[in-house]
């Protein structure tokens, strides 16, 4: 992910923090969820001389790698506990 690309992501999800803050998003439509965030969103669209709709498109493909990088560092700290985990026991066995 470039920086500009983390900048981006950043300010949306602060954004998403504040004006979804009261909200349940398992129990709130997509659609008004998307409406609240179209505000900083076209914000950017105008700064970076986008549509509105390549911001969106962007968004979500920064939120997916995002998720993804999150999902494998766990992936990576739960199997680095495990090795140590195991060593332990390993050590008092012997």
């Not at 999800?13 to 998307?34: C, G, M, V, W």
């Not at 993804?68 to 199997?79: G, K, Y």
């Amino acid at each position: 992910m470039t920086p500009e690309n983390k900048e981006i992501l950043d300010r949306i999800n602060a954004y998403a923090e504040e004006a979804l803050a009261d909200i349940d998003p398992q129990k709130t439509r997509i659609s008004f969820q998307l409406e609240a965030l179209k505000p900083v969103m076209q914000e950017i669209a105008d700064e970076k001389g986008m549509s509105i709709e390549d911001v969106f498109i962007l968004y979500m493909d920064l939120a997916s790698e995002s998720s993804v990088e999150a999902e494998n560092q766990l992936q990576a700290t739960l199997d680095e506990e495990e090795t140590a985990n195991f060593s332990k026991i390993a050590n008092r066995l012997n």
